[in-house]
C-alpha cells in the first residue's frame, strides 16, 4: 500500500518563499512520474508541477513557471516543491500524487494512482 505525506505548508506573506515535501512509502519507485497539484475554495484541482523519477524530466504550470522548482530525492523517495515568490493567488491546498507506471508527466487528476491528504498553503497579502 502507497502512502504519500505531505508537509511543509503554512502561512507566508506575498513574496515569500516555502518548500513542501512528499515522502513516499510502501514502495520504491523508478517508474512513474510524481506531480503535485492544488486545489483552492471552490474550484478544480488542478496540475502544478511534474516530475518523472527516472530521469528527473520537469513540467510546470505556466502560472508557476521560473517561481517553482520541482525535484527529487530518489534515495530517500521524496519529491519536494520549492516555492518562490509566492503570491496570494498561490493559496490553496497543495497535494502530490503519485502515477506508478508509464512515460512522461501527466497533467490530469485522474491518471495518478494515489494520493496524499494535502497540506495547506497560505498566501497574505
Known amino acids: 500500500q502507497v502512502q504519500l505525506i505531505e508537509s511543509g505548508g503554512g502561512l507566508v506573506q506575498a513574496g515569500g518563499s516555502l518548500r513542501l515535501s512528499c515522502a513516499a512509502s510502501?514502495?520504491?519507485?523508478?517508474?512513474?512520474?510524481m506531480a503535485w497539484f492544488r486545489q483552492a475554495p471552490g474550484k478544480e484541482r488542478e496540475f502544478v508541477a511534474g516530475?518523472?523519477?527516472?530521469?528527473?524530466?520537469?513540467y510546470y504550470a505556466d502560472s508557476v513557471k521560473d517561481r517553482f522548482t520541482i525535484s527529487r530525492d530518489n534515495a530517500k523517495n521524496t519529491v519536494y516543491l520549492r516555492m518562490n515568490s509566492l503570491k496570494p493567488e498561490d493559496t490553496a491546498v497543495y497535494y502530490c500524487?503519485?502515477?506508478?507506471?508509464?512515460?512522461?508527466?501527466?497533467?490530469?487528476?485522474?491518471?495518478?494512482?494515489?494520493w496524499g491528504q494535502g497540506t495547506q498553503v497560505t498566501v497574505s497579502s
Open positions: 516530475i518523472t523519477w527516472s530521469s528527473g524530466g520537469t
Open positions: 500524487g503519485a502515477k506508478t507506471l508509464g512515460l512522461g508527466i501527466k497533467l490530469t487528476k485522474e491518471q495518478y494512482d494515489y
Open positions: 510502501g514502495r520504491t519507485f523508478s517508474s512513474g512520474s
